[in-house]
């Protein structure tokens, strides 16, 4: 009911997508995922404007997603509307030192172009399949580098329509996270300072992680990358493989062979599937080892 009446306001106004019953499976690299009632993919801030002064107008419940990499949504689905924040809000504007890029631009795509564009920093960022706002919330990172070494500043929309500039040094990042998650508010844009650089070099340099990654990493079947992170001083990954849960199989769901910390898709899987592995693989890390893993991912939906 709330939905169609959301679907009546916004009908003359929203410049952007809006999709009744889409199921999340579209929208998450795991390809697994529930219906959500309304997806909504704002064209612009107005768009995204309008979707909270609504929501908030008759209490529905909302919740931003990216593209989808580092979460697990359940097989009921979820309740009220999901906004996705993609390329329509992923504008680019170079800085002398730097640049200010829109949320919804490919992380990776941003790391390819400010190399491009003669900047180092970035090239990490290479195979990390998630959009600028999901890597700031997640405080992404490989190889040592972190994207919190790089952010100045961040545009914030507030649930109250309150738009705001946070500098980096108020945010409280650490490994694989930040203060912002849970925090009803969407991240519009991010201020990120880099180092002049060679783009010969650059390129190389990310055609070589790329490889790394392709040689480690079970990227032929749906997954959401690391699923547990790493504990102090250890790796997820070789603690699960040390547990024997390598190749572990729930449903659709598997521990890979390749990469312990990832478990992949490898048809049909349910979310079902994947909590009751990530539950055993949990159980027995901690049997072997007395090491409790934390997931890395996001788990939401009903
Ligand atoms: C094959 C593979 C490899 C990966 N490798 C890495 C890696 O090396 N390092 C790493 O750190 N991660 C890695 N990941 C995980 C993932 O890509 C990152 O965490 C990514 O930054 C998530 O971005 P996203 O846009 O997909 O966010 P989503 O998964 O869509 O969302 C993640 C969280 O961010 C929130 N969010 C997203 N956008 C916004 C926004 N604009 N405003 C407010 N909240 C927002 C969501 O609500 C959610 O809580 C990998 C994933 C895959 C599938």
């Excluded at 659709?252 to 478990?263: C, D, E, L, R």
Aim: charged share 20%; with cysteine; glycine share 10%.
């Amino acid at each position: 009911m709330s939905i169609d009446w959301l679907l009546t306001q916004l009908a003359d106004s929203f410049s952007g997508s809006l999709r009744v019953a889409e199921p999340m499976s579209k929208h998450t690299t795991w390809r697994i995922g529930g219906p959500a009632d309304l997806l909504a993919i704002p064209a612009n801030e107005r768009d995204l404007l309008s979707l909270f002064s609504y929501c908030q107008e008759i209490g529905l419940p909302w919740q931003i997603i990216g593209r989808g990499s580092n979460l697990l949504v359940k097989d009921g689905g979820i309740r009220g509307v999901v906004i996705k924040i993609d390329r329509s809000l992923g504008k680019i504007t170079w800085l002398p030192n730097g640049l200010y890029a829109q949320a919804g631009i490919s992380f990776m795509s941003l790391a390819q172009k400010s190399v491009e564009h003669g900047f180092t920093g970035l090239e990490w960022a290479c195979g990390i399949p998630g959009n600028l706002g999901g890597a700031v919330i997640m405080n992404a990172g490989a190889y040592k580098a972190q994207l919190s070494d790089y952010v100045t500043k961040i545009d914030i929309l507030e649930y109250t329509g309150c738009k705001k500039e946070v500098m980096a040094s108020d945010i409280d990042f650490s490994y694989r996270k930040s203060n912002l998650v849970g925090k009803p508010l969407a991240i519009l844009g991010v201020s990120l300072q880099l180092k002049p650089g060679n783009f010969v070099e650059g390129r190389e340099k990310m055609r070589q992680l790329c490889a790394i990654r392709r040689d480690k990493q079970p990227l032929e079947y749906p997954s959401a990358g690391s699923v547990f992170k790493n504990p102090p001083n250890d790796f997820a990954g070789r603690l699960i493989e040390a547990a024997g849960c390598k190749g572990l199989t729930v449903g659709g769901a598997q521990v890979s062979t390749k990469h312990a910390n990832f478990i992949v898709n490898i048809g049909h899987a349910q979310a079902n599937d994947v909590i009751t592995l990530m539950a055993m693989v949990q159980d027995r890390v901690e049997k072997m080892s007395g090491i409790v893993l934390e997931p890395e991912v996001h788990v939401i939906g009903e």
